[in-house]
């Protein structure tokens, strides 16, 4: 089975402290994901990786940066967290193939105070 | 601008009453479509590809379909533990190879 493991399951942070979202997959897979989740908004992309040391803004990369130093682990970070940054935060991966599937996380959920 | 649409919002079963769940999109291309289910405070979980309009994919008691506009998930005499958030998600042509829309997803009550 895949397994996509994210470092937390909850976190509480204060408004400008730096952040660091770990997520760690098995299964050698080329792509990773960082979403974010919000109700009414459904899951939105932030950054994605297709090989190590590569990097790809998605849909809201604003206030975020990633990192990824190893095949198997896509870190995100949050430079200077605010309030709007909570969230339910979702890592997943898959494979370079063109019938690829993500395979998601169990999520964080990151709360900002 | 890509945008993906999923009806109902929310939706109520009784257990055994059939039902579909409807995913529309507007997209440039379409290069596959993903059906997740999401249970509460957990990631989503996937359920079926489809890639031509006419296909179909059965698990149990979904099945899904898909037309040149349109997937539904048909739910067939569903159980209290179908509850969950079923996400829909399009994979366009062009871009980032990997790049999904997600729709918003609609939440399933199947009560007993």
């Known amino acids: 089975d895949v397994k996509v493991t994210q470092s937390s399951r909850y976190l509480v942070k204060r408004t400008g402290e730096k952040v660091f979202l770990e997520c760690v997959q098995d299964m050698d897979h080329e792509n990773m994901f960082w979403y974010r989740q919000d109700p009414g908004l459904g899951l939105r992309l932030i950054y994605f990786?297709?090989?190590?040391?590569?990097?790809e803004k998605g849909d809201i990369p604003e206030g975020y940066s990633v990192s990824r130093e190893k095949k198997e682990r896509f870190s995100l970070i949050l430079e200077s967290a605010s309030t709007n940054q909570t969230s339910m935060y979702l890592c997943?991966?898959?494979?370079?193939?063109?019938?690829?599937?993500?395979?998601f996380g169990a999520g964080t959920r990151l709360s900002v105070l | 601008e890509d945008q993906v649409t999923q009806s109902p919002e929310a939706l109520r079963l009784q257990e055994g009453e059939s039902s579909s769940l409807n995913c529309s999109y507007t997209v440039s291309g379409l290069r596959g479509l993903f059906w997740y289910r999401q249970d509460p405070g957990k990631g989503p979980e996937f359920l079926f590809t489809l890639y031509s309009a006419g296909e179909e994919k059965e698990k149990e008691r979904l099945k899904a379909t898909l037309t040149k506009k349109e997937s539904f998930l048909h739910i067939t005499a569903p159980k209290p533990e179908d509850s969950a958030t079923y996400l829909c998600?399009?994979?366009?042509?062009?871009?980032?190879?990997?790049?999904?829309?997600f729709g918003t997803g609609t939440l399933l009550a199947v009560q007993p």
């Open positions: 990786s297709y090989d190590v040391k590569m990097k």
């Open positions: 998600a399009w994979r366009s042509y062009g871009g980032a190879t990997n790049k999904l829309i």
């Open positions: 997943a991966s898959s494979l370079n193939q063109p019938k690829n599937i993500q395979y």
